[in-house]
């Protein structure tokens, strides 16, 4: 989004399908199958991410590690809230379906648009900061002998 005062329609830009946000739990083991059902050959890594950052081999398409923002590892046991719209929580094509498969005690909150109004709003009279791209998907690139050689962004959010 540009620099400047953020109007509905910026925001209805964002989102503007009418989806209701749905609140997943899921296992730390489980991230990492829900992830790599997105990410494609063609397109890299498509789910726009909060919370935590990982990396891949864009050879096997498999995540190589998870972290949270603190640098740790996410817990392979340790349970996790995931939201979702509607549409990502219930489909049942192979990119989204692992979601529904794997998220358990789901909740239905509010307008995806309507959450996204309240949270900007939640701003109002607070300095202005303009974030910095985070890098929270990374790509792995590989040496001959199939080490991990260096992490280079594909797409910063």
Avoid: C
């Amino acid at each position: 989004m540009k620099k400047g005062p953020i109007t509905w329609g910026d925001l209805f830009n964002i989102q503007p399908f009418g989806n209701v946000l749905v609140k997943l739990e899921i296992k730390g083991k489980d991230l990492a199958e829900i992830i790599e059902a997105q990410i494609s050959p063609q397109f890299g890594p498509d789910y726009s991410i909060s919370g935590f950052s990982y990396s891949y081999d864009p050879v096997t398409y498999k995540v190589v590690d998870l972290k949270l923002p603190d640098g740790s590892d996410v817990e392979l046991d340790q349970t996790y809230t995931l939201t979702v719209n509607n549409f990502m929580a219930t489909a049942t094509g192979s990119k989204y379906a692992p979601i529904g498969r794997l998220g358990k005690n789901p909740e239905t909150g509010p307008e995806d648009l309507e959450a996204t109004v309240a949270f900007v709003k939640s701003f109002e009279g607070a300095s202005i900061v303009y974030q910095k791209k985070e890098g929270r998907k990374k790509s792995k690139t590989r040496k001959k002998s199939s080490k991990l050689k260096r992490a280079f962004h594909i797409r910063e959010m």
